[in-house]
Nanobody, 121 residues
Framework: QLQLRESGGGLVEPGGSLLLSCAAS????????VAWFRQAPGKEREFVAA???????YYGDSVKGRFTISRDNAQEKAFLEMNYLEPEDTAVYFC???????????????WGQGAQVTVSS
Protein backbone atom coordinates (compact mmCIF):
# COMPACT_ATOMS: atom_id res chain seq x y z
CA GLN A 1 0.00 0.00 0.00
CA LEU A 2 0.97 3.65 -0.33
CA GLN A 3 2.44 5.19 2.80
CA LEU A 4 2.36 8.93 3.49
CA ARG A 5 4.17 11.01 6.10
CA GLU A 6 3.66 14.72 6.75
CA SER A 7 6.34 17.04 8.08
CA GLY A 8 6.90 20.75 8.52
CA GLY A 9 4.19 21.67 10.99
CA GLY A 10 4.78 24.02 13.86
CA LEU A 11 3.96 27.37 15.42
CA VAL A 12 3.77 30.49 13.28
CA GLU A 13 2.56 34.03 13.89
CA PRO A 14 -0.46 35.43 12.08
CA GLY A 15 0.54 36.65 8.64
CA GLY A 16 3.42 34.21 8.50
CA SER A 17 4.16 31.28 6.22
CA LEU A 18 4.77 27.59 6.61
CA LEU A 19 5.61 24.76 4.21
CA LEU A 20 4.21 21.29 4.77
CA SER A 21 5.66 18.26 3.03
CA CYS A 22 4.12 14.86 2.36
CA ALA A 23 6.56 12.06 1.60
CA ALA A 24 5.23 8.94 -0.11
CA SER A 25 6.54 5.41 -0.35
CA UNK A 26 5.37 1.91 -1.21
CA UNK A 27 3.67 2.51 -4.57
CA UNK A 28 4.19 4.61 -7.66
CA UNK A 29 3.46 8.09 -6.33
CA UNK A 30 2.89 9.67 -9.73
CA UNK A 31 -0.18 7.46 -10.29
CA UNK A 32 -2.07 9.14 -7.43
CA UNK A 33 -3.86 12.39 -6.85
CA VAL A 34 -2.89 14.03 -3.55
CA ALA A 35 -5.01 16.18 -1.29
CA TRP A 36 -4.58 18.11 1.93
CA PHE A 37 -7.29 18.17 4.57
CA ARG A 38 -7.33 19.80 7.96
CA GLN A 39 -9.24 19.30 11.17
CA ALA A 40 -9.43 21.76 14.05
CA PRO A 41 -10.67 20.84 17.54
CA GLY A 42 -14.44 20.65 17.59
CA LYS A 43 -14.74 21.07 13.82
CA GLU A 44 -15.34 18.74 10.92
CA ARG A 45 -12.57 17.75 8.57
CA GLU A 46 -12.16 20.40 5.88
CA PHE A 47 -10.86 20.14 2.34
CA VAL A 48 -7.82 22.36 1.78
CA ALA A 49 -6.26 21.58 -1.59
CA ALA A 50 -5.71 18.81 -4.11
CA UNK A 51 -3.43 18.10 -7.03
CA UNK A 52 -3.88 15.53 -9.78
CA UNK A 53 -1.28 13.18 -11.16
CA UNK A 54 -0.84 15.62 -14.05
CA UNK A 55 -0.66 18.63 -11.68
CA UNK A 56 -4.08 20.22 -12.05
CA UNK A 57 -4.91 21.92 -8.74
CA TYR A 58 -8.01 22.69 -6.71
CA TYR A 59 -8.45 24.73 -3.53
CA GLY A 60 -10.98 25.16 -0.81
CA ASP A 61 -12.59 28.58 -0.62
CA SER A 62 -11.08 29.37 2.77
CA VAL A 63 -7.48 29.03 1.53
CA LYS A 64 -7.76 30.10 -2.10
CA GLY A 65 -5.16 32.71 -2.93
CA ARG A 66 -3.13 31.98 0.22
CA PHE A 67 -2.10 28.32 -0.09
CA THR A 68 -0.36 26.55 -2.95
CA ILE A 69 -0.24 22.80 -3.49
CA SER A 70 2.49 21.22 -5.57
CA ARG A 71 4.19 17.89 -6.13
CA ASP A 72 7.57 16.50 -7.10
CA ASN A 73 7.08 13.00 -8.44
CA ALA A 74 10.81 12.36 -8.69
CA GLN A 75 11.10 12.94 -4.94
CA GLU A 76 7.75 11.25 -4.29
CA LYS A 77 6.60 14.27 -2.34
CA ALA A 78 3.70 16.69 -2.26
CA PHE A 79 3.82 20.12 -0.65
CA LEU A 80 1.47 22.68 0.79
CA GLU A 81 2.83 26.22 0.91
CA MET A 82 0.78 28.26 3.35
CA ASN A 83 1.01 32.05 3.28
CA TYR A 84 -0.79 34.84 5.13
CA LEU A 85 -1.70 32.40 7.84
CA GLU A 86 -4.55 33.23 10.18
CA PRO A 87 -5.50 31.84 13.60
CA GLU A 88 -8.42 30.13 11.87
CA ASP A 89 -5.89 28.02 9.96
CA THR A 90 -4.86 26.30 13.19
CA ALA A 91 -5.53 22.58 12.74
CA VAL A 92 -4.00 19.19 12.20
CA TYR A 93 -3.16 18.93 8.52
CA PHE A 94 -3.34 15.57 6.76
CA CYS A 95 -2.18 14.56 3.33
CA UNK A 96 -4.15 11.90 1.49
CA UNK A 97 -3.84 10.05 -1.81
CA UNK A 98 -6.22 8.33 -4.18
CA UNK A 99 -6.21 7.19 -7.78
CA UNK A 100 -8.84 9.83 -8.55
CA UNK A 101 -8.89 13.45 -7.42
CA UNK A 102 -11.83 14.20 -5.18
CA UNK A 103 -12.78 16.78 -2.54
CA UNK A 104 -14.46 14.16 -0.38
CA UNK A 105 -12.17 12.94 2.39
CA UNK A 106 -14.00 9.63 2.87
CA UNK A 107 -13.04 8.54 -0.65
CA UNK A 108 -9.29 8.67 -0.05
CA UNK A 109 -7.62 5.35 0.65
CA UNK A 110 -4.26 6.47 1.99
CA TRP A 111 -3.51 8.99 4.73
CA GLY A 112 -0.58 10.42 6.61
CA GLN A 113 -0.45 10.73 10.38
CA GLY A 114 -1.11 14.47 10.43
CA ALA A 115 0.96 17.55 11.23
CA GLN A 116 -0.05 20.19 13.76
CA VAL A 117 -0.12 23.78 12.53
CA THR A 118 -0.71 26.47 15.13
CA VAL A 119 -1.13 30.11 14.13
CA SER A 120 -0.88 32.35 17.16
CA SER A 121 0.89 35.44 18.42
Amino acid sequence: QLQLRESGGGLVEPGGSLLLSCAASGRTFSNYAVAWFRQAPGKEREFVAAISYFSDTYYGDSVKGRFTISRDNAQEKAFLEMNYLEPEDTAVYFCAADVTLTLESSLYDFWGQGAQVTVSS
